[in-house]
């Protein structure tokens, strides 16, 4: 089974278990949400559900654009029911890397909105620790004018490396939907509190959110080589 294949099966069975008729859903970004919206835009056609969309991303709402369900926005509907999204990297703790595609800081207001966020991705995502697998690091979302004393400031705290995220289409970095960069950070220490840096970052100056989701996944489910679906729960919730 390709790991397509992988996302695939994965997204068919949360959106399956957890969309229900009359519902609000955030819709999280990247590749493996892909399949969630096809799987959504079946039941919404066989079951004649009817379900509020929040995008958590340009791209998100042209999926359901794209898919003629039915667009909603915060607000309108502050009180999301469940948000299904992916992620690049979750911990056995369920902490989350997110932010790989970009859009950090929407997805995890949407997913503080929902009553439930639920994780869709193949085996490749799961690790004991953060940086197992995922190396890319974690994304941090700065203002333009910050980028530089938030990446000093960052490496003196925690150690490191931190890279500006560059465009690969145009020259210089990456503009998020916000209009702000992307500090990639590769942390060196796996044993680090990830609740205690989320929050120490976040009181830098400048810095905007961090693509650090702690204690905030309810349900991971993992796409298998072989077709099968692993599910884990958190602790915390």
């Known amino acids: 089974m390709s790991l397509e294949q992988a996302k695939q099966v994965a997204a068919y069975r949360a959106v399956d278990e957890y969309v229900k008729n009359n519902s609000i859903f955030g819709v999280g970004s990247g590749s493996t ?3 969630a919206v096809q799987r959504l835009a079946e039941r919404v056609e066989t079951e004649n559900l009817r379900v509020t969309c929040i995008p958590t991303s340009f791209q998100a709402k042209q999926l359901i654009i794209k898919h003629n369900l039915i667009l909603g926005e915060l607000e309108t509907n502050p009180e999301i029911d469940v948000t299904i999204d992916g992620a690049d990297e979750v911990d056995f703790q369920m902490t989350l890397i997110k932010g790989g595609g970009g859009c950090l800081l929407q997805e995890k207001i949407v997913a503080a909105c929902s009553k ?5 991705a193949d085996y490749t ?9 995922y190396k890319k690091g974690i994304p941090i979302e700065v203002i333009p004018m ?18 500006l995220r560059n465009a690969i289409a145009k020259a210089g970095p990456v503009v998020t939907d916000n209009g702000n960069f992307i ?9 680090l509190d990830w609740e205690v840096v989320n929050k120490s970052i976040k009181m830098i100056p400048g810095v905007v959110e961090t693509g650090l989701f702690v204690r905030m996944c309810k349900k991971a489910y993992f796409g298998q080589p072989e077709g099968t679906v692993v599910e884990r729960n958190s602790s915390f919730l």
């Open 183 to 191: 500090l990639d950070w590769i942390f060196s220490d796996q044993d």
């Open 33 to 35: 949400v892909v399949y």
């Open 125 to 133: 995502k799961d690790s004991k620790k953060l940086g197992d697998q």
């Open 116 to 120: 439930t966020l639920i994780v869709i």
């Open 146 to 163: 910050a980028y530089v004393p938030i990446k000093n400031k960052v490496i003196s705290m925690f150690g490191g490396q931190i890279k």
